[in-house]
């Protein structure tokens, strides 16, 4: 394997050392021949009495190392500002869910030495201008050539870490966190592009007890500082915080905070109460101070080292005449050392323990091996619980997780192979994915349809930061240099893409306390409504001597009003019904019942006096035919008077047809004999017809009785009406006013005859 050269992988050492020797050293560009020197100057390591090294000597020797290097020939901080200082344009508008702001690195040492040019370029307002690689030379720019983005904010190489806390919208997505949103802020971009110091800053930060006051504080640092102060601020709620730490490495999810799991990966698992995945057996810490989280991010980042390390490498270390290596099959807790011919077995689990765990160099030396093959999360939930107007207790649960995703690309520039490709393709796999569902949520076609988050560990953790109820800042990181002119427009246009995803944030509470609030307000309303229902029912005066009253005697009163004065029956809302007890209910069904027999009869009595109304009707025609004849009588007898001249009473054309006769003549009283002959057999006559003078006086007589009786049935009570002739009427035969009785009616006109 011939020595190579990793470019871009920050302060950041990847070791591959070979048992007993040195053979290569990759290091951050620098000749191998520099680092052997280095290496060899460093190798003095504490050997104690037993044979065993501490893993602290030789994370303390690495650090020297680096340290020594970066001495040399120079650090981060002596890296040159290109650009003047600029935070870009405006603040986060609070309508973006997803936040996306780029952050562009300055050009480092060796791009500067190797006059590698600036593709970017920015006109303000958010915007970023990227030319292509031929558009710095002679040939003409096209259009083609030319990309325009527009983000929230556009961070140029001369922004400070401060900057990003204060533009990126990081404080607001904190504060929404401590709402009870669910946050989530994650860098994006190629490897060496500036993610783990946008987030942690450079990594010698933690050498020793770090001091607050460093302006090179990275984002997790800073924020963690504002969260507190806003913790602070709210004394009135109160706050209880936990932090959690996982890598995803090769698709396999390991708790930082719990060297164990390293054994068994943890797995990721969907939760229906939350309607979302969660990492089962995580183990969150409790942090009630500053210092806490800031141990879980140290812990963390150490730890990821030396898991990463041990994975990743059979050899991890080898300094003559010391080697350590990894031994794939027996190692989940230990580790062999050799020293010249004696190998020496050493517990993991001790080393994880040793004073020298917690040294910061040691975990930016491999930290940054790891980073750009695992992806990191570091959570802090923010359970808050406060006291509402109401009395009740009201506890939310944000969270706010912190991102950092391994490189964007690995094998072009790194030359992977065997392990390291693996964990290459692992990382691409699980980038493609993201970058797939990113696609499809930021499509407003695709959005609704399936979003393949379960075809990686990575997107099933940020599905909800993406796409449920989370709110997300994403700091896409890039390189201004030209030779990565391909990875910056490809994250470019990642993040572009991801801006244009919407979530609907809601606030996480704990659902029992949702369901108490949610029946307060129920109760509210049902209060409400009650008092509609007894103003509409003019109750509301009823109240009872203690000025209470329940349903139950508010019901009994409507029950006697009903039985003593024939009251409408009290409408009772059907949603209410449930809340009567059976008595209650029997007393209700009884009063519908006494009702509808009421009606009942009032039903059939109207039919009753219908009936004798038309009878009457009847009687009064015949009676009025039989007076039109004598008329007609008369005024034959007064034609033949010669002293009385005829005139016409009533013209009808109609007549009797006699020519000359104005005398209008019912053709049914026309004598048989006199009738024309088509009548014939068309009317029948009634043969014992009595006389004129005696069906008078018997029409009368039935008219009289008929009044008389329709008089005394409207006088009738209610009750007495159930003795006479609907006595008996019952449900079955009670006829129904709505519907008469048509067979009566038709046979009406037949009676006139
Ligand atoms: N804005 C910046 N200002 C100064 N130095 C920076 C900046 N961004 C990055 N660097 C330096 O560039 C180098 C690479 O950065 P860093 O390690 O953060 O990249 P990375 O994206 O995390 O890479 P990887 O994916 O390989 O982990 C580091 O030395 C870092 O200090």
Not at 65 to 76: D, E, N, P, Q
Request: proline share 4%.
């Amino acid at each position: 394997m011939p020595p190579t050269i990793v470019f871009g992988i920050d302060v950041y050492i990847m070791l591959i050392l070979k048992l007993q020797r040195i053979t290569y050293i990759h290091f951050f560009g620098l000749s191998i021949q520099v680092l052997q020197i280095i290496a060899r100057r460093n190798s003095g390591l504490n050997v104690d009495a037993t044979g065993k090294v501490t893993f602290a000597d030789l994370c303390q020797t690495c650090v020297h190392t680096i340290r020594t290097y970066v001495g040399l020939i120079g650090s981060a901080d002596t890296l040159e500002i290109v650009a003047s200082k600029s935070t870009g344009s405006e603040p986060s508008t609070p309508d973006d869910n997803i936040n996306v702001v780029v952050r562009v690195r300055p050009l480092n040492e060796k791009e500067k030495r190797d006059r590698y040019g600036m593709i970017l370029q920015f006109p303000g307002n958010g915007q970023i201008i990227i030319e292509s690689t031929e558009g710095s030379n002679k040939r003409s720019r096209n259009q083609e050539n030319v990309h325009v983005f527009t983000y929230n904010v556009v961070f140029e190489p001369g922004a400070t870490q401060e900057d990003i806390v204060d533009y990126s919208g990081i404080k607001r997505i904190i504060e929404m966190a401590i709402e009870g949103f669910s946050c989530t802020a994650f860098c994006y971009g190629q490897t060496g592009s500036g993610k783990t110091h946008t987030l942690t800053g450079p990594p010698d930060l933690f050498l020793g007890k770090p001091n607050p006051n460093d302006p090179r504080h990275g984002l997790i640092f800073r924020s963690f500082l504002y969260l507190f102060q806003l913790i602070k601020n709210r004394k009135d709620i109160n706050y209880v915080l936990k932090a959690s730490f996982l890598e995803i490495y090769n698709e396999r999810v390991i708790d930082l905070l719990n060297p164990g799991s390293a054994r068994k990966p943890l797995a990721v698992r969907w939760s229906k109460k939350s309607g979302g995945f969660f990492v089962e057996n995580l183990f969150t810490v409790d942090c009630e101070e500053l210092d806490d989280l800031l141990a879980v991010l140290e812990e963390g980042l150490t730890y990821t080292t030396i898991q990463s390390t041990l994975q990743t490498r059979d050899t991890i270390l080898c300094y003559p005449p010391l080697s350590i290596y990894w031994n794939q099959n027996c190692i989940q807790s230990s580790l062999s050392l050799e020293s010249h011919s004696q190998s020496y077995l050493v517990n993991a689990f001790d080393i994880l323990k040793c004073n020298g765990m917690r040294n910061r160099a040691v975990g930016s030396h491999a930290m940054n091996d790891h980073s750009s093959r695992s992806h990191t999360m570091l959570t802090v939930h923010i359970i808050s619980e406060q006291q509402t107007d109401g009395g009740v207790f009201i506890s939310k649960h944000g969270k706010i997780n912190f991102v950092d995703l391994a490189g964007s690309e690995l094998t072009k520039k790194t030359l992977s192979e065997g392990k390291t490709l693996e964990e290459a393709n692992n990382i691409n796999k699980s980038l493609m994915v993201l970058g797939y569902c990113i696609a499809s949520l930021s499509d407003n076609k695709k959005r609704f349809g399936h979003i393949p988050y379960r075809d990686s560990q990575l997107t099933k953790l940020l599905a909800d930061s993406l796409a449920g109820n989370g709110v997300t800042l994403m700091i896409a990181c890039v390189s201004p240099a030209q030779y990565n002119h391909a990875e910056t427009l490809n994250t470019l246009r990642y993040a572009s893409r991801a801006k244009r995803i919407r979530t609907k944030p809601v606030i996480m509470m704990d659902p029992r306390e949702a369901l108490i609030l949610s029946l307060k307000r129920d109760i509210n309303a049902l209060l409400m409504e009650n008092d509609h229902l007894k103003a509409a029912l003019n109750l509301h005066h009823e109240t009872l001597p203690n000025g209470n009253h329940q349903n139950g005697e508010l019901l009994e009163m409507h029950l006697e009003r009903v039985a003593t004065g024939g009251m409408a029956v009290p409408k009772v809302d059907l949603e209410r019904l449930a809340e009567l007890d059976g008595s209650e209910l029997a007393d209700l069904v009884k009063l519908y019942m006494q009702e509808n027999e009421a009606l009942r009869q009032e039903n059939n009595h109207l039919f009753t006096v219908r009936e004798t109304i038309l009878r009457d009707q009847e009687i009064v025609c015949r009676e009025n035919e039989r007076l039109l004849k004598k008329l007609e009588d008369v005024n034959k007898v007064c034609v033949r008077s010669p002293l009385i001249p005829a005139r016409s009473a009533i013209t009808a054309e109609s007549g009797n047809g006699t020519a000359g006769s104005e005398i209008w003549m019912n053709p049914q009283d026309v004598p048989i004999h006199e009738r024309p002959a088509e009548m014939e057999g068309r009317i029948s006559e009634n043969k014992d017809k009595r006389s004129d003078e005696d069906q008078r006086k018997i029409d009368q007589q039935r008219i009289a009785k008929n009044i008389i009786n329709m008089a005394s049935s409207f006088q009738k009570k209610p009750d007495e009406a159930k003795t006479n002739n609907w006595e008996n009427v019952t449900e079955k035969n009670a006829p129904v006013i709505d519907k008469p009785n048509t067979a009566q009616i038709e046979y009406m006109p037949d009676m006139l005859m």
